[in-house]
C-alpha cells in the first residue's frame, strides 16, 4: 500500500519520473517527485486508482525500478507518445464530436492543468514547476487565463480608486494636456 501522509492524513504514491527531453540529465526536476494522493469518494483519485492497479498486477519492489509504470503489453512496453494521444483521443471522443477532438492530446493536459492553476491564483513560478516546464517562456506560452478571470482583474481595474499622490510622478502621457483641456470644457458645458 501507499505510505502514509503525515500532513494530509491520507495515503499517497510518490512517483519518480525518469529522465525526460526537456531534463535528459535529471539535473533540473530530478529532486521533484511526483505525488499521487488517494482521495476516497473522489471522481478523481489517482492514488486509488494506482493502488487498484498494484494489487490487480504486483511488482516485486526488485524489479520496481525497471517496470514501466504503465505498459502497452504484458511484454511490460512502456507507453509511447502515440499510445498515451490515442488513449486520450479516445477519451475525448466520447464526450466530444470528432472534428473537435482531434485538437486534443496529451499536451493539451498540461496546458489545461496549467491554466486551472492560473485562474486558482497559483504562482507562475509553482504553475512551471508541477508542469515541469523548464523554462519561463513555456509557462508564459501555455498557462492562458480563462476569459472570465481576465473579466474579472479588468473589473477590478476599473472600481480600484487609487490615492492621487500615488499617481505623482507619472510621466504626462501623449495629449494629456488636451484630454484635461477637453474634461474641463465638458464639466463647464454639462447640463
Same mark, same amino acid.
Given at each position: 500500500?501507499?505510505?502514509?501522509?503525515?500532513?494530509?492524513?491520507?495515503?499517497?504514491?510518490?512517483?519518480?519520473?525518469?529522465?525526460?527531453?526537456?531534463?535528459?540529465?535529471?539535473?533540473?526536476?530530478?529532486?521533484?517527485?511526483?505525488?499521487?494522493?488517494?482521495?476516497?469518494?473522489?471522481?478523481?483519485?489517482?492514488?486509488?486508482?494506482?493502488? &487498484?492497479? =498494484?494489487? $490487480?498486477?504486483?511488482?516485486? @519492489?526488485?524489479?520496481?525500478?525497471?517496470?514501466? +509504470?504503465?505498459?502497452? !503489453?504484458?511484454?511490460?512496453?512502456?507507453?509511447?507518445?502515440?499510445?498515451?494521444?490515442?488513449?486520450?483521443?479516445?477519451?475525448?471522443?466520447?464526450?466530444?464530436?470528432?472534428?473537435?477532438?482531434?485538437?486534443?492530446?496529451?499536451?493539451?493536459?498540461?496546458?489545461?492543468?496549467?491554466?486551472?492553476?492560473?485562474?486558482?491564483?497559483?504562482?507562475?513560478?509553482?504553475?512551471?514547476?508541477?508542469?515541469?516546464? &523548464?523554462? =519561463?517562456? $513555456?509557462?508564459?506560452?501555455? @498557462?492562458?487565463?480563462?476569459?472570465?478571470?481576465? +473579466?474579472?482583474?479588468? !473589473?477590478?481595474?476599473?472600481?480600484?480608486?487609487?490615492?492621487?499622490?500615488?499617481?505623482?510622478?507619472?510621466?504626462?502621457?501623449?495629449?494629456?494636456?488636451?484630454?484635461?483641456?477637453?474634461?474641463?470644457?465638458?464639466?463647464?458645458?454639462?447640463?
Amino acid at each position: 500500500s501507499c505510505p502514509r501522509c503525515s500532513s494530509t492524513g491520507g495515503d499517497y504514491a510518490i512517483l519518480s519520473p525518469p529522465v525526460a527531453k526537456n531534463d535528459p540529465f535529471g539535473d533540473v526536476f530530478g529532486s521533484d517527485p511526483l505525488y499521487l494522493f488517494v482521495l476516497p469518494g473522489e471522481e478523481l483519485d489517482p492514488g486509488g486508482a494506482l493502488e &487498484r492497479l =498494484e494489487i $490487480a498486477f504486483p511488482t516485486p @519492489a526488485e524489479r520496481r525500478t525497471r517496470t514501466p +509504470l504503465f505498459c502497452t !503489453s504484458h511484454r511490460l512496453e512502456p507507453f509511447d507518445h502515440a499510445t498515451v494521444d490515442a488513449l486520450i483521443a479516445g477519451l475525448v471522443r466520447s464526450f466530444m464530436p470528432e472534428h473537435e477532438a482531434t485538437r486534443y492530446s496529451a499536451h493539451s493536459m498540461r496546458i489545461g492543468a496549467a491554466c486551472t492553476l492560473l485562474c486558482a491564483g497559483v504562482s507562475t513560478a509553482m504553475i512551471q514547476r508541477l508542469c515541469r516546464w &523548464r523554462s =519561463e517562456e $513555456a509557462q508564459r506560452i501555455y @498557462a492562458r487565463i480563462e476569459p472570465a478571470a481576465y +473579466l474579472k482583474r479588468i !473589473s477590478e481595474l476599473a472600481h480600484t480608486r487609487l490615492r492621487p499622490d500615488a499617481l505623482s510622478g507619472l510621466p504626462a502621457i501623449d495629449n494629456d494636456d488636451v484630454a484635461a483641456g477637453l474634461h474641463a470644457y465638458l464639466l463647464q458645458h454639462a447640463d
